[in-house]
């Protein structure tokens, strides 16, 4: 089943048409990764699935309700989704434990003991237990991106939406927040949508999809995606490293 479907997606700023007619599926429990050069509409495209950016044509459904409907219960609709980006979204001023509750008792009405308990359960589960009291300006990249995420959770969205997560963090903040992504979708079956412009990331990927020009260009399994360079230099990616990783993965037999 389809948790998320973009039908006919358009989104002009001014004269620059950036998406045109982007359309694609993600199935229950699947991890898909969006890739492509820059500009090609990336951010775009997963900030419009929130109705962050409103799209000028086209149709988004979540779990089978149109979010881009006259009249759709829109907040209803976004809680079944949390978004990871970029700058790791804490605020400052409260430490960890304030802001992982903050969601909880502010959106869900949760008391704060139960939202506290919550907090320390899911910072655990993300190894980060000891920073319960920490302040944010005292955590490394890769842990503030973990605490964000664990927030996130702390809402038990569906689907997880991570735009370009990683691309901040050094080497071991990239792998902790790629462990952490594994884990929501392998032990909470959690539905993961993101974009990165790290191959080897989309490489374990279910299935990946090339954006091109505002447009889909290609939509397979990694190793059906990494198999075309030409279409690969056509988007402006690292056909270099996109033909390894083809070999590797045909090396491990995964087609």
Same mark, same amino acid.
């Given at each position: 089943?389809? %948790?998320?479907? @973009?039908?006919? !997606?358009? #989104? ?6 950036? +998406? ?102 899911? %910072?655990?589960? @993300?190894?980060? !237990?000891? #920073? ?6 005292? +955590? ?108 590797? !993965? ?6």
């Amino acid at each position: 089943m389809s %948790l998320i479907e @973009v039908k006919g !997606l358009c #989104k002009s700023f001014g004269n620059l048409e950036v +998406l045109k007619d982007v359309s694609f599926s993600v199935d229950e429990g699947e991890v898909v990764v969006i890739i492509g050069g820059s500009g090609c509409g990336k951010s775009v495209t997963l900030r419009s699935i929130e109705l962050l950016e409103k799209p000028d044509k086209g149709q988004i459904f979540i779990d089978g309700r149109e979010i881009t409907a006259k009249g759709a219960d829109i907040d209803s609709i976004r809680r079944e989704m949390g978004m990871v980006y970029q700058s790791f979204n804490l605020f400052s001023h409260m430490n960890i434990e304030e802001n992982m509750i903050l969601a909880p008792t502010k959106l869900l009405k949760m008391p704060r003991e139960e939202a506290v308990a919550k907090a320390k359960d899911l %910072l655990k589960q @993300v190894g980060l !237990l000891d #920073k319960l009291h920490a302040m944010p300006a005292n +955590l490394s990249g890769g842990q503030k991106q973990r605490v964000a995420i664990a927030g996130i959770i702390a809402i038990s969205p569906e689907i997880m939406i991570f735009d370009e997560s990683t691309s901040m963090l050094d080497p071991v903040g990239r792998r902790e927040v790629l462990r952490t992504m594994e884990m929501l979708n392998r032990e909470k079956g959690i539905t993961v949508l993101t974009i990165t412009h790290y191959m080897n990331e989309a490489a374990k990927a279910d299935r990946v999809i090339v954006l091109n020009d505002g447009a889909v260009l290609m939509d397979g399994t990694p190793a059906e995606i990494f198999a075309h360079p030409e279409k690969l230099r056509r988007a402006g990616l690292d056909v270099p490293q996109c033909s390894a990783l083809a070999e590797q !993965l045909r090396e491990a037999g995964i087609s």
